[in-house]
């Protein structure tokens, strides 16, 4: 059964420096995808960024990058240049075949950024 | 254009009393999801609803709950005999499938669901 694990429930960062929020899987479908959410206060869940399991390269999308490591089955989240609007909850998920396509989600890491 | 939908936002009911939770996806996403979400928590899969297959619904916590979803489109979360365990935010999402494992989902604002 595939499992998402997120290890740190709470991270704390200062403002203007990057973050590192750490997510791990388990799978045995060698195609799968990886996606990170943001969740701030208000409740609604923002896509931030995918990440195929034959991209042949970690996933950018302006200040947020995946630091995909296939082989330790981890897919960590960097966000650079932290603002005080990224404090909110992040949620990591994979989505495979052995699922029926269905995604799977980690428990959350919240993050608040200090001024 | 427009993104996944939610009615109500809120909804306060008696304990004891059926709800029913609507959700409108993305025009042309064949995958549906419900989540529930209590304060402060992670993400509960309830159903999943892929095309015209049978739902996926290991995720239901109960016979009370239950799920449909017509003409592929919209689709109704209902609990009966509401719990106050039963509070929490519910929250709908839709997905692009077909063939692709790329596809994010979008999500709903959410139904805040409170059970007195």
């Known amino acids: 059964a595939q499992k998402i694990t997120q290890t740190q429930p709470g991270m704390f960062v200062q403002e203007k420096e990057a973050v590192t929020l750490d997510c791990t899987y388990d799978t045995s479908d060698p195609s799968y995808g990886l996606f990170w959410y943001k969740q701030p206060s208000s409740g609604e869940m923002i896509f931030l960024i995918y990440q195929g399991s034959y991209d042949q390269q970690n996933a950018t999308e302006g200040r947020y990058s995946l630091n995909f490591q296939k082989a330790r089955k981890s897919a960590n989240l960097v966000i650079s240049a932290s603002q005080l609007g990224d404090s909110a909850m992040y949620f990591c998920?994979?989505?495979?075949?052995?699922?029926?396509?269905?995604?799977?989600f980690g428990p959350g890491t919240r993050l608040s950024v200090l001024p | 254009g427009a993104g996944v939908s939610q009615s109500p936002s809120n909804k306060v009911t008696e304990k004891g009393k059926d709800v029913e939770l609507r959700c409108d996806p993305i025009?042309?996403?064949?995958?549906l999801y419900w989540y529930r979400q209590s304060l402060g928590q992670g993400l509960e899969f309830l159903i999943y609803f892929q095309g015209n297959s049978a739902p996926d619904k290991s995720g239901l916590p109960s016979d009370r709950f239950s799920a449909e979803r017509t003409g592929g489109s919209v689709s109704t979360l209902t609990i009966q005999r509401t719990q106050q365990e039963d509070s929490a935010v519910y929250l709908c999402?839709?997905?692009?499938?077909?063939?692709?494992?790329?596809?994010?989902?979008?999500f709903g604002p959410g139904t805040r669901l409170t059970v007195t």
């Open positions: 998920a994979m989505r495979d075949n052995n699922y029926g396509q269905n995604f799977v």
């Open positions: 025009s042309g996403h064949t995958a």
């Open positions: 999402a839709s997905s692009l499938t077909a063939s692709g494992i790329s596809y994010e989902q979008y």
